[in-house]
């Protein structure tokens, strides 16, 4: 008796979430295509320690294509730094399968972004070891295989 209610509150459970999922989905996000969302990042520096106009270099080689916005993180953490994308890019380009291929635009933005953190931060964009000064494990092999879907965005 007991196994038949956890099996029919796990399938509400699924049912509900489902049904949430499916909703958010058909919803959308409110007037905003899905690739001209904000990429933002917490720095820990002053807020007035950066300006929009004066951005790190791997910013900087955007020029004009991106908007910025520069502001204080929320609770006092620091500077957030937020970019997009100046053109929406064609439909289809922020899909799944474009980013497992490498072609989502994006995703060169982000990579610029997380260095330019990394360059306010550390004065240097900080890269892990190479080789790496572990054993492979099969719990490394794993991070290992995730990092590569990831598409170098450090984001799976």
Known sequence: MAHAKTLWTAAAGLT??????WQRKAA???GQADGNRWLAVTINIDPGELQPGKLPEP?????DRIETRVGPAPGDRGTELAVRLREPEPEG?????????????RQDLRR????????LEAGEVLEPDAPPTTHDTPGGKLV?????????????
């Open 144 to 156: 290992g295989l995730l990092g590569r879907r990831a598409g170098g965005e450090g984001v799976l």
């Open 93 to 105: 380009a922020h899909s799944l399968p474009a980013r497992l291929a490498g072609a989502d635009p």
């Open 28 to 30: 959308g996000p409110a």
């Open 112 to 119: 610029a972004l997380r260095d330019a953190k990394s360059l």
């Open 16 to 21: 509900a979430g489902a049904v949430i999922a």
């Open 59 to 63: 910013l900087a080689e955007y020029g």
